[in-house]
């Protein structure tokens, strides 16, 4: 079917601009090892500290072979399965898709879907729909997802795959409504899927995959089909569909929404203002705080904290170290006690960990659950920018007083919204997974 999404066969995902700049950026580093030998003098005169560039030059070559893998995977992988029902998306797991090309590309096709089709068990897909609720319009359909995952996992594929289809046509019919301008569905002909810097939001990837699965079905069929033709199975035509690829096949279609989504959502669908390329001076400076960073991870060590002997069990902000994740999240609670949504919100890191959430979604997330007390249960510090802190939450939900025991995981980032080890570069803590209760 005409599609307007579709675009020039020539147009290759590895091209998109994030992809295109991890390659750049890896070349650039390439060039800079080979042209070290020559500037080596100059840098020592200026007080380069040679040392560090060298080591971090050492893992170049590496760095560059593993950039070119990642970026080239996407296509190589919708070149082999889009045609049977799959594509890749930016959270699909690189190693299960490489594994899958690499029995692919030696003719075991059926070997590469039977490994993509135990990727999708119902841990995973219970995984990765949490992940869906970063957006908000996907929220309200969890409970029917809920259902359908069940399904899934008693092997009800007849009852799950036509819920899970549905849910993909009605969200991506709110969502083209915000980011076009019209509903339009997933099953619709002129649905426009694509989005700027995309792995999945690409004419290789849905805009592909919308052409397979909508495919005309006019005629009865009871024989088993491997693909989830929309048509087919809503309309009664595809009688054969009640098996784990197809159910496979269409959670992975609407897991590959996801990106669409959230940049469909925060009118993130066009590009943005040209960026300028990096200058010399500033691989040098990436390649100095790169090694700053990793000697400070080297030296990062976890903290042995005990609530109830250490800090407080409970208490006000001030009554935590100056700087200390703890201390972000007593004052989160502080917040949420007072129903400040809005200051809330700024302790809150969007799905992309790039920009604080907007206040709306955490008030959607927390307005009708309200924090009468809280307790902290355990720290754990488990990486050098990563903090993983147990509460247990007392909270008052439609007049009942409940208690419920959450995990709540905080990241350090530097003001240009990159992880850094706590207590540096001007950071800030933030909670991940805020959206979670």
């Not at 590009?271 to 990062?300: A, C, G, H, M």
Request: charge should be neutral; proline fraction near 5%.
């Amino acid at each position: 079917m005409d599609n307007a999404i579709l675009v020039s066969k020539s147009n290759k995902i590895q091209d998109i601009p994030s992809l295109k700049k991890a390659r750049s950026d890896a070349k650039n580093l390439e060039t800079l090892k080979k042209a070290m030998p020559i500037l080596r003098p100059g840098l020592r005169l200026i007080g380069g500290d040679i040392d560090q560039i060298d080591r971090l030059l050492e893992e170049v070559d590496d760095m560059v072979e593993s950039v070119n893998d990642l970026a080239t995977i996407p296509d190589r992988f919708n070149d082999h399965f889009a045609p049977l029902g799959w594509i890749m998306y930016e959270e699909m797991d690189h190693h299960v898709a490489k594994t899958a090309l690499e029995k692919a590309d030696s003719g075991d096709i059926e070997g590469a879907e039977a490994c993509l089709v135990d990727y999708y068990e119902p841990e995973m897909v219970q995984q990765k729909l949490q992940r869906m609720m970063h957006i908000v319009e996907f929220r309200s359909r969890m409970p029917l997802a809920q259902k359908a995952l069940i399904d899934y996992r008693e092997e009800r594929y007849h009852a799950c795959v036509p819920v899970v289809l549905a849910l993909a046509d009605g969200l991506v019919n709110e969502l083209h409504l915000k980011a076009r301008g019209k509903r339009l569905g997933f099953s619709a002909e002129a649905v426009d899927l694509a989005a700027w810097d995309s792995v999945s939001a690409h004419s290789k990837g849905l805009g592909e995959l919308v052409c397979i699965l909508m495919k005309d079905r006019k005629k009865t069929t009871t024989q088993q089909i491997t693909i989830p033709f929309r048509h087919g199975i809503m309309h009664g035509m595809d009688l054969g569909y009640d098996n784990k690829k197809v159910a496979a096949k269409t959670w992975a279609a609407l897991f590959a929404l996801r990106d669409w989504g959230l940049k469909a959502e925060k009118g993130a669908i066009n590009p943005p203002s040209e960026e300028k390329n990096p200058t010399v001076s500033d691989i040098f400076n990436k390649i100095k705080k790169n090694e700053e960073t990793k000697k400070r991870q080297q030296d990062w060590k976890p903290r042995n904290i005990k609530p109830g002997q250490d800090i407080p069990v409970s208490g006000k902000p001030d009554q935590y170290d100056a700087g200390s994740p703890e201390q972000t999240l007593a004052e989160f609670f502080g917040l949420w006690i007072e129903k400040n949504y809005g200051f809330m919100a700024k302790i809150c890191i969007s799905s992309d960990l790039k920009s604080i959430s907007n206040p709306r979604d955490v008030n959607l997330s927390y307005k009708n659950k309200l924090l009468e007390g809280f307790e902290f249960k355990e720290i754990k510090d488990q990486a050098a920018a990563i903090t993983v802190i147990t509460v247990l939450l007392i909270c008052r939900i439609s007049g009942e007083e409940t208690k419920r025991t959450s995990e709540f995981r905080l990241i350090y980032l530097d003001p240009d919204w990159r992880p850094e080890v706590r207590g540096y570069s001007n950071g800030k803590w933030f909670i991940i997974n805020w959206d979670m209760l």
